[in-house]
């Protein structure tokens, strides 16, 4: 055999099991891509709820230090209303009406008038 032929013949087993393994990774890559892809779909609800999360925990966030603020204004207003009622001077106090002892009037009886023995009766028509 020729040096030529026999190079011939070794260039196109190389170009074969070079053509073959390429085509093996080929599709082994292919198979990762779609896990890959089905991998990163299922990661996509999730980033989405983060992101719900993370604008929700601003919103909190930001409503808490409202809220906080209102308190400490709250606060201050009742100290300074507590400090005017501790420097005011005491209002004058009622005198309390005087007990008065209430006699009861006497009642006048009626008279019964005496019996005299005779009967009352209606009289008929």
């Given at each position: 055999m020729d040096l030529e032929v026999m190079k011939q013949v070794f260039m196109e087993a190389l170009e074969a099991a070079v053509t073959s393994e390429l085509r093996k990774l080929k599709e082994r890559v292919n198979v990762v891509d779609r896990?890959?892809?089905?991998?990163?779909?299922?990661?996509d609800p999730i980033y989405r709820r983060l992101e719900q999360n993370e604008a929700e925990f601003y919103?909190?966030?930001?409503?808490?230090?409202?809220?906080?603020n209102e308190y400490h204004a709250l606060k201050e207003m009742l100290n300074t209303?507590?400090?005017?009622?501790?420097?005011?001077p005491a209002p004058p106090t009622a005198a309390a009406p005087?007990?008065?002892?209430?006699k009861k009037a006497p009642v006048a009886k009626k008279k019964q008038p005496k019996p005299t023995g005779k009967r009352r009766t209606a009289k008929r028509k």
């Open positions: 896990t890959e892809r089905d991998l990163l779909g299922h990661f919103v909190i966030k930001e409503t808490l230090k409202r809220m906080e209303i507590k400090g005017r009622l501790e420097t005011a005087a007990k008065v002892a209430l």
